[in-house]
């Protein structure tokens, strides 16, 4: 359980962070906001991991990576989404 440490934090991050956007703009959303946030995670640690070599999986850098990517995709996701 605590190998796979780096991996849940990364999920409970990405999900902390949807929950607090979502709060934060004036909850329009929280599976969109969830989705957006769980992508953004998914890129920033590709690009960690695969794309710039900075990391392996099982080092705590790649994390980081992933929660700006998060941050990134949910800038992105609020500034550019349709408002009715």
Known sequence: MLQ???VIAAVLGALALAAVADQMTGRRG????ML???VGALCGA???L???AVAALTDW???GWAMAGSILCLGAHFLFRTKR
Request: zero cysteines; proline letters at 5%.
């Open 4 to 6: 796979y440490a780096e």
């Open 30 to 33: 929280l599976f969109a906001a």
């Open 36 to 38: 957006v946030s769980g």
């Open 46 to 48: 590709f690009l960690a």
């Open 50 to 52: 695969r794309v710039f």
């Open 61 to 63: 850098p790649w994390v």
